[in-house]
Nanobody, 115 residues
Framework: QVQLVESGGGLVQPGGSLRLSCATSGIIFELAIVGWYRQALGKQREFVAT???????NYADSVDGRFTISRDNAKNTLYLRLNSLKPEDTAVYFC?????????WGQGTQVTVSS
């Protein structure tokens, strides 16, 4: 059974930082393409960042230079470091893993940026 479990969300002031984690099980994590999406209230889910097995990364323009995706294959865990947070970063953040033709998603973690 494949499981992805996010953690690390919360309430933070503008300009602050958070680190999200996504613990995975049931997949060969080191072979997976992994990443993060987010969904703000009333909006569609949007791409945030992705990382292939060779550590090639790609970011949405809106977060490039502020967010950093990383992975620890020994721990089967994906991370997203969020710096210089803005109110418009408020959303539920979802991690995903793609292995072959199958996509797996976590349940999401809420990030709220507000003073």
């Amino acid at each position: 059974q494949v499981q992805l479990v996010e953690s690390g969300g919360g309430l933070v002031q503008p300009g602050g930082s958070l680190r999200l984690s996504c613990a995975t099980s049931g997949i060969i994590f080191e072979l997976a393409i992994v990443g993060w999406y987010r969904q703000a209230l009333g909006k569609q889910r949007e791409f945030v960042a992705t990382m292939a097995g060779g550590e090639t990364t790609n970011y949405a323009d809106s977060v490039d230079g502020r967010f950093t995706i990383s992975r620890d294959n020994a721990k089967n865990t994906l991370y997203l470091r969020l710096n210089s947070l803005k109110p418009e970063d408020t959303a539920v953040y979802f991690c995903y893993a793609r292995l072959g033709s199958s996509d797996y998603w976590g349940q999401g973690t809420q990030v709220t940026v507000s003073s």
